[in-house]
């Protein structure tokens, strides 16, 4: 396994910054219409931690020319993939818990554990901080999740949509991947 480079790992917690505050912009908004008390209040907490952490990502980000600004235009691949996962969550409270909390999510904690790895505490002590607590910040989401997502998906309908939206999202699984990638 090869290090990343400084430039690479630059590359990541602007892609990690991106892609959290795309995350609460979509969770945040499927919050507001999603009718389940408690599927709804786990949107809003998970949304608010995304914003949370996509602020560390900012401060970690160099401050020399051109700033961390010029980092934060998401890309159009991010564009297309938030576009894709709202389009077909649609409605579906369930669709919307799915791709949330067993798509989105899982990938970029992925994305993290596997950027942890091909760090070295030496170089790269403040990011492995960083991953760490963000790692345990999406693991603890997910794993809060769970409860109000069956409840969301016990009714029939519900799971059929979330599982025909996890279907079509198969398709974008390399596209997803990318993003949380850099």
């Avoid at 560390?56 to 700033?67: C, K």
């Avoid at 564009?79 to 996962?85: D, G, P, Q, S, Y």
């Avoid at 409270?93 to 999510?105: D, H, I, K, S, T």
């Avoid at 345990?136 to 769970?146: P, Q, Y």
Wanted: charged share 20%; proline share 4%.
């Amino acid at each position: 396994m090869e290090f990343l480079t400084a430039g690479e790992s630059v590359d990541r917690m602007a892609s990690y910054c991106r892609v959290e505050q795309l995350l609460f912009g979509l969770l945040g908004g499927w919050a507001a219409d999603v009718s389940e008390p408690i599927a709804k209040l786990t949107l809003v907490a998970t949304a608010d931690h995304c914003a949370w952490r996509s602020r560390r990502w900012f401060e970690m980000l160099p401050t020399a020319a051109p700033g961390p600004d010029a980092l934060l235009a998401p890309t159009d691949s991010e564009h297309e993939v938030f576009t894709l996962v709202a389009e077909l969550a649609g409605s579906s409270q369930g669709a919307q818990m799915v791709l949330a909390y067993e798509e989105l999510l899982p990938a970029l904690r992925g994305a993290m554990i596997e950027h942890l790895e091909r760090t070295t505490a030496v170089a790269d002590g403040p990011i492995r901080r960083l991953l760490g607590i963000a790692i345990t910040d999406i693991s603890n989401d997910l794993e809060t999740s769970i409860g109000p997502r069956e409840v969301v998906l016990a009714l029939a309908e519900e799971r059929a949509h979330a599982e025909q939206s996890k279907a079509a999202l198969a398709g974008a699984t390399t596209q997803i991947r990318q993003i949380f990638e850099a």
